[in-house]
């Protein structure tokens, strides 16, 4: 009878130091630099831009939804340079969400969601080439791009793009999380593969992935998977990398009357979602940005604009994992975000600041942060 106490105890010690190990997360912190100011005209709305950097020139671009034109700062002063304004025609195509990459000042790219088509504009905002479907027919009712998600290879003029499933199972589907295009050779190609949990929920492959391109690799982040994939530059998959927290949660499955606003709301409140991945020049991490997600009682109406807890019951509602691309992840940052188009320099990282002046029309504010 000692004896089996002595196992019971050893079994017991044994397993709370695993889980004290497992628990322990190395919490890290942005460190506020400097905040710098960019003057917005009368017409530019704030809330409705979506910007990039330049690093040859060392230009901001900001993207307006209404109107629909491209402004570039000089980031050294932050002066502005000049505006790029789309014809009127054309210009319907270059609205909200959609991809605006900007390689130089007279070489921007346009996505057009309405023919999937890679358009390439010069800087009077006149439509110069038009490089051809992404999608044809028939694949665009196996599965869909996101335009908002991509990058751009500047040694092959290739484009990348996430792929989303609309409503069917991974399984049906040659397609892949990611489809790089050639506008030269029309050539496309698939990059990544669905994780095994994907094939049990069709809602999971709605969502798309996010990317970037460190060294020639490709680091894929999918949605409701706890891994970054990564992938060589000939597509071969060569590591996958623990990149997740344990304050995000499982996915949920839509339940009941799954196709109401309500429940689609109540879907998108509570789910658990890694959304954004960014590369830090200065630091040499990758970023990953995780939405936790709110706790919505099932009676609760999700449009009654109450603000509910964290699904974990406190005010945390964002999670960046922090991860170094060789070793895995080494550490979090609770609460904040970086949104889909922070960028980084040997100097830092910089993020919109909406909360700073937020009343403030006329000037576009970003903070220069960096990790410790």
């Known amino acids: 009878m000692k004896n089996i106490y002595i196992v019971i105890f050893i079994v017991l010690v044994s397993s709370c130091s695993f889980h004290s190990a497992d628990n322990q997360t190395n919490l890290m912190e942005f460190e506020l630099l400097e905040r710098l100011y960019f ?5 530019t709305n704030r809330d409705k831009v979506r910007m990039g950097y330049l690093e040859k020139l060392n230009f901001l671009y900001v993207h307006n939804e209404n109107p629909k034109k491209i402004d570039f700062y000089d980031f050294s002063d932050q002066t502005f340079v000049q505006t790029v304004e789309f014809d009127e025609i054309d210009s319907k195509k270059v609205f909200s969400r959609t991809m605006v990459h900007v390689v130089s000042l007279d070489s921007i790219f346009v996505y057009d969601q309405m023919t999937n088509s890679l358009l390439l504009y010069t800087d009077e905002g006149k439509e110069l080439l038009d490089l051809g479907s992404v999608l044809n027919g028939n694949e665009k009712a196996d599965y869909g791009i996101m335009p908002w998600s991509y990058f751009y ?13 609309r409503g069917e199972s991974v399984k049906k589907t040659n397609a892949s999380p990611v489809i790089s295009f050639s506008g030269s050779t029309k050539e ?4 990544g593969a669905w994780p095994e949990s994907y094939a049990k929920d069709n809602q999971m492959s709605f969502a798309g992935p996010s990317f970037l391109e460190v060294d020639d690799d490709l680091f894929l982040s999918m949605s409701f998977s706890d891994e970054l994939q990564v992938i060589s530059s000939s597509g071969e998959l060569i590591n996958k990398i623990y990149a997740g927290s344990k304050l995000m949660h499982p996915h949920r499955s839509r ?3 799954a196709g109401t606003p309500e429940e689609s709301a109540r879907y998108q409140m509570t789910n658990s979602k890694y959304m954004n991945l960014l590369y830090d020049k200065s630091s040499g991490f990758l970023i990953r940005e995780g939405s936790i997600g709110s706790s919505v009682p099932d009676n609760a109406n999700p449009f ?3 603000i509910f807890p964290s699904q974990n019951g406190d005010d945390i509602y964002f999670v960046l994992v922090v991860i170094d691309p060789e070793k895995g992840k080494v550490g979090e940052i609770h609460k904040p975000t970086i949104g889909n188009d922070a960028f ?10 909406s909360f700073t002046d937020p009343n403030n029309e006329d000037v576009l504010i970003l903070k220069r942060v960096k990790i410790k």
């Open 39 to 43: 003057p917005l005209d009368s017409i």
């Open 153 to 165: 290879r500047s040694n092959s003029g290739d484009f990348f793009f996430g792929v989303t499933i």
């Open 188 to 191: 496309k190609r698939f990059y």
């Open 255 to 257: 339940r009941g009357n």
């Open 304 to 306: 009654s604009g109450e």
């Open 344 to 353: 980084s320099t040997e100097n830092g990282i910089f993020i919109q600041d």
